[in-house]
């Protein structure tokens, strides 16, 4: 049985939308209501002869259910009040309606991001309840386990012309990030670039920001350079 969160005010839901080597991630308005972030895992035993009590390990997770409830926007004009929150709601409708599969993210008003991959299994319409505006539900399962922070690690600092490796650290831990995508990104390519496998190179002489991304979950370090 799955138990759902209603979303507080404040908090905000996005998928991600991947073009090429690029990610952005697109507002889903109205939503009211998304599964539990997080999961269980079945218990698995590890005892072994010398043990006088059983021992248990972590097992393996059912994918959770992700029933998303929103508010259903109308029809909008181009020049209607609520016709960005339109496009913006439809875009991501039709990617249910297609039953794909992409990240979503969940941004809590204390800041805190949570990240999770989704594989929608359906739509469907509810009973209105708020005016004339229908409520809609996409079905679906959380295909990975949800990330709830990272960390980057590595020398931070480098010298013109040579290069220093980084690396992104997930919590939980047993989550491989080679299962998804890590985006780096320099806020400064004039003093340090960094590839797509975190390996970080000096241009100019300054601190510049280095940030790693993955499932929506983002972490920023300042690399010196010298």
């Known amino acids: 049985m799955t138990t759902n969160v209603i979303l507080i005010a404040g908090t905000t839901v996005e998928h991600e939308v991947v073009s090429g080597e690029t990610s952005t991630w697109a507002l889903i308005p109205r939503l009211t209501e998304i599964g539990a972030i997080g999961e269980q895992s079945e218990p698995k035993e590890k005892t072994t002869l010398q043990d006088t009590i059983k021992k248990y390990d972590s097992g393996l997770r059912d994918a959770p259910d992700k029933n998303l409830k929103g508010q259903y926007i109308p029809v909008q004009a181009a020049e209607d009040e609520y016709y960005d929150e339109y496009v913006l709601q439809q875009a991501f409708i039709t990617r249910v309606r297609n039953e794909e599969e992409f990240n979503i ?35 679906g399962k959380q295909n990975s386990r949800v990330v709830y922070a990272a960390s980057i690690a590595g020398t931070l600092t480098v010298t013109t012309s040579t290069d220093t490796q980084l690396t992104m650290g997930i919590i939980p831990a047993t989550i491989d990030t080679g ?39 983002s972490v920023s370090a300042d690399v010196v350079v010298s």
């Open 105 to 139: 993210r969940v941004n809590w008003p204390d800041n805190e991001v949570n990240g999770f991959l989704f594989k929608s299994l359906g739509f469907e319409w509810d009973q209105g309840s708020q005016e004339d505006y229908k409520m809609f539900t996409t079905n």
């Open 179 to 217: 299962e998804g995508t890590v985006y780096w990104k320099s806020a400064d390519v004039n003093l340090a670039t960094v590839d797509a496998n975190g390996l970080v190179s000096g241009v100019l002489a300054g601190t510049v920001a280095i940030t790693a991304e993955f499932r929506g979950v």
